[in-house]
């Protein structure tokens, strides 16, 4: 974490020698919102956004695997659409394949169609991503995994998600604090979900919020895709790997299991090298979900796994949510 994104959450007052710029980017989004706001293109099938308004990783990818899963359980065939952070497809709008690289589609796009197989399409213009979506597959309902700021982009139920812990930080826009909008934004949304519990959500959730707590799964090796209990290395040295908004998150999970973690955090969307996972100790490696997808291009990795994550999340969450799809789409929804 650099200098900067500690403090803001940390309590430091010097950010706010940043406060003119802090007043040229509201500016500048205030009046980007309201030219998309005039061109907004309106779908025709449920469209759900999955965000936040801070930077940094809050959980929105685990809730949106939850989300496929239940959608699907409802009848649904959802699709899903993200701007491919950090991608270099061939073409946009790109679909995003089981077997493709991180590098072309985006880690956070390909995690999600290795794990669930759904028809999700990358492209900067959410909008082209979408109508490909539409136009290419048999979906029924869309998830826009980020975009709540993307206006131009019509909506059916808006959904932000924040970190339980850090929360808002100052609650101050970029650059003196972590949000990408005001505070205020938060009471425009359908329904907010608190990442894991900590005082600086405690308000939030009092008035409503829905909580989620990400639970560690079986350990997969890189080796030859078996599945290996944590509790396999209670008690042992690991190097435990994160390139994620919140390696923190990651790194805790670990040492709740009775993990002794040697920790190696790297930038979000980092792309390895693999001298970056490589140490020469024998000793077990564990990365996130999120990392695997970018080392799998080293080939069998041994003494190396992955720990994917399982959002747990309130029924009354849902029931809210299917609320929402039949009052705002009687005509489209089950």
Avoid at 77 to 92: E, F, H, L, M
Avoid at 174 to 179: A, K, M, N, Q
Avoid at 240 to 253: C, D, K, L, M, V
Avoid at 311 to 318: Q, R
Wanted: proline residues 7%; contains cysteine.
């Amino acid at each position: 974490m650099s200098r900067l994104e500690q403090a803001w959450f940390d309590g430091s007052c010097w950010p706010y020698l940043l406060w003119p710029l802090t007043c040229v980017f509201t500016g500048l989004a205030h009046r980007k919102k309201a030219h998309d706001l005039k061109q907004q293109w309106q779908p025709p099938i449920p469209l759900i956004v999955v965000g936040n308004i801070s930077v940094g990783g809050t959980g929105k990818t685990p809730f949106t695997l939850a989300l496929i899963e239940h959608l699907r359980e409802q009848g649904y065939t959802p699709g899903v659409v993200s701007r491919g952070y950090k991608a270099n497809p061939p073409s946009t709008p790109f679909r995003v394949s089981p077997g493709g690289v991180a590098e072309q589609c985006g880690d956070e796009p390909l995690m999600i169609v290795q794990r669930t197989n759904v028809p999700l399409f990358i492209d900067p213009d959410r909008v082209q991503a979408c109508k490909a979506l539409i136009e290419q597959t048999s979906c029924d309902i869309i998830i826009s995994d980020d975009g709540l700021q993307h206006y131009r982009m019509g909506r059916t139920v808006e959904i932000a998600i924040i970190d339980g812990v850090r929360g808002l930080g100052n609650e101050r826009c970029l650059p003196v604090g972590p949000l990408r909008e005001p505070p205020n934004r938060l009471d425009d949304v359908d329904l907010i979900v608190v990442n894991g519990q900590g005082t600086a959500t405690q308000k939030i959730v009092q008035e409503g919020a829905f909580t989620m707590r990400l639970v560690p799964n079986t350990l997969v090796s890189m080796f030859d895709s078996s599945y290996l209990d944590i509790s396999r290395f209670s008690g042992q040295r690991i190097h435990a790997i994160a390139g994620i908004g919140n390696p923190r998150r990651f790194y805790e999970s670990l040492k709740s299991q009775g993990c002794e973690v040697i920790e190696h955090s790297f930038a979000d969307h980092h792309q390895y090298q693999q001298d970056d996972i490589t140490f020469g100790d024998g000793l077990p490696v564990i990365m996130t979900e999120k990392d695997a997808v970018k080392c799998r291009v080293f080939g069998a990795l041994s003494h190396t796994y992955f720990m994917p994550v399982d959002a747990v999340l309130p029924t009354t969450l849902f029931e809210r949510l299917g609320n929402l799809l039949r009052e705002r789409t009687p005509q489209l929804t089950n």
